[in-house]
């Protein structure tokens, strides 16, 4: 048989790779982080083997997929710095923050993962997404709004722990995480 090559190829390799994100999106959202490698590949009609070939490790796989959500969160914080006043961008920057990470169990724990490693795909966007979180407490602060003597790693503590809590008591209570985030933000004010 004939083995396609060039731009088919390469056509097929995006499709594989496009399916494979969207079902271990899936895939994890239903059974968390652990969640069986093999059956995302089922799932997505390919063999482990490819897989295998666009993700080699677990870990690549969750950076495929939280890469993409730290630079949405960044772009999302980005765009309250330049429209919102400063509490309200902070506190709607943080309510995006814990409901990209509590998407699935098991994701708190990945995005404090790529904090400290510099040699992860993911630090530049985790970075970046801090940076954004980091400035817009920094504005909220400096508009007398938020208490000044809380620093950036404080806050984002807070409220990964917040996210922390929902993931594990009440992932399907999106009411809880409200409440807790008000609570977190009663404790931040001036």
Not at 19 to 24: I, M, Q, T
Not at 169 to 183: F, I, N, T
């Amino acid at each position: 048989m004939h083995e396609a090559k060039g731009p088919s190829r390469r056509a097929d390799a995006r499709r594989n790779r496009e399916r494979l994100l969207a079902e271990a999106q899936t895939t994890f959202a239903e059974h968390g982080t652990r969640a069986s490698l093999e059956q995302i590949a089922t799932r997505a009609g390919v063999g482990i083997g490819t897989l295998y070939r666009h993700f080699p490790t677990r870990q690549d796989l969750l950076e495929a997929l939280l890469g993409a959500r730290f630079d949405t969160l960044t772009a999302t914080g980005r765009t309250l710095l330049a429209t919102r006043p400063p509490e309200a961008a902070l506190t709607e920057w943080t309510h995006a923050f814990v409901t990209a990470t509590t998407t699935f169990r098991g994701l708190t724990a990945e995005v404090a993962r790529p904090l400290d490693d510099e040699t992860t795909r993911l630090h530049a966007s985790c970075t970046a997404m801090r940076e954004v979180g980091a400035e817009l407490l920094r504005r909220a602060q400096e508009s007398g709004t938020v208490r000044a003597d809380v620093s950036p790693a404080d806050f984002f503590v807070l409220v990964t722990g917040v996210a922390w809590a929902h993931e594990q008591c009440a992932p399907d209570a999106p009411e809880r995480v409200a409440r807790l985030l008000d609570l977190l933000f009663d404790g931040l004010r001036r």
